[in-house]
């Protein structure tokens, strides 16, 4: 993130809690504690009782995310530049894809209890498809004349990945792994209702049915800088390895 990017995140942030504050301030109810307020209730609790939710919580986004790039980019590769591969697994992917994943989360429950594995799974099925579709299309965008050149001087399928599948996919896969990622902490959120004592999804909840507005506020400050945090890499990861798609150089 660059110092303008900074600039404007910091700017946006500050004019947010602002309108926060004049609305608490105009309508004075407990639903809408001020923010200071709240900032003041996040650094007293944040390292007795917020922090281990918030560990738990990037725990299962970051497994999730990270089986989902394991599993959908090589999928995506194989589809895109194979022609057989995509005739075989597309239909799979279109039968299974437009399904709302949180359907499926009963499910995954009755076969995978209640534990960390489901929440971890809920997470990979949302990251998995967006992979292997951004990633197939980009591969199957690239003109047939780009692999000649390659191929006359005897290129090898690991060549041809690192010289041309790789860039040519980047800049899509990072674009579909943002969308996704922002649906998975969704989702995640409603998971953590269910079965554990553990993550901001359950400790948002419970500080609601407790009505206790300064926590539950809190959590949501914090459960928005993971997003933030998650967000600013994906930017930090584009401006590395995407930087012929930026003008800013």
């Known amino acids: 993130m660059?110092?303008?990017?900074?600039?404007?995140?910091l700017l946006g942030?500050?004019?947010?809690?602002?309108?926060?504050?004049?609305?608490?301030?105009l309508v004075q109810i407990p639903i809408i504690p001020s923010p200071i307020k709240v900032f003041q209730?996040?650094?007293?609790?944040?390292?007795?009782?917020?922090?281990?939710?918030?560990?738990?919580?990037?725990f299962r986004i970051g497994a999730g995310l990270v089986a989902g790039i394991i599993v959908g980019y090589p999928l995506g590769v194989l589809m895109g530049y194979y022609p057989v591969f995509d005739k075989m697994?597309?239909?799979?992917?279109?039968?299974?894809?437009?399904?709302?994943?949180?359907?499926?989360?009963?499910?995954?429950m009755l076969i995978?209890?209640?534990?960390?594995?489901?929440?971890i799974v809920m997470i990979f099925l949302i990251i998995v498809f967006q992979v292997v579709i951004s990633v197939r299309d980009s591969i199957k965008s690239i003109p047939k004349e780009t692999?000649?050149?390659l191929y006359s001087l005897g290129a090898s399928h690991i060549n041809i990945f690192f010289e041309v599948l790789l860039p040519a996919s980047l800049p899509k896969f990072l674009t579909a792994f943002r969308v996704a990622m922002a649906t998975a902490i969704s989702v995640l959120f409603f998971t953590e209702t269910?079965?554990?004592q553990y993550g901001m999804g359950f400790f948002i909840m419970d500080a609601w049915l407790r009505v206790n507005y300064l926590e539950m506020y809190a959590g949501i400050v914090v459960l928005s800088f993971i997003g933030m945090i998650l967000f600013a890499t994906i930017d930090l990861l584009e401006r590395k390895f995407c930087r012929w798609q930026l003008n800013d150089y």
Do not use: Q, R
């Open 194 to 196: 269910y079965g554990t």
């Open 2 to 9: 660059n110092k303008e990017s900074l600039c404007s995140f």
């Open 147 to 149: 692999y000649y050149p």
């Open 41 to 58: 209730k996040l650094a007293d609790i944040f390292f007795d009782s917020i922090f281990i939710h918030a560990i738990y919580s990037l």
């Open 89 to 108: 697994l597309s239909p799979i992917v279109y039968l299974t894809y437009p399904v709302p994943k949180i359907a499926m989360l009963p499910i995954l």
């Open 13 to 25: 942030a500050i004019a947010i809690i602002l309108l926060w504050y004049v609305i608490a301030t």
């Open 112 to 119: 995978m209890g209640v534990g960390e594995g489901a929440k």
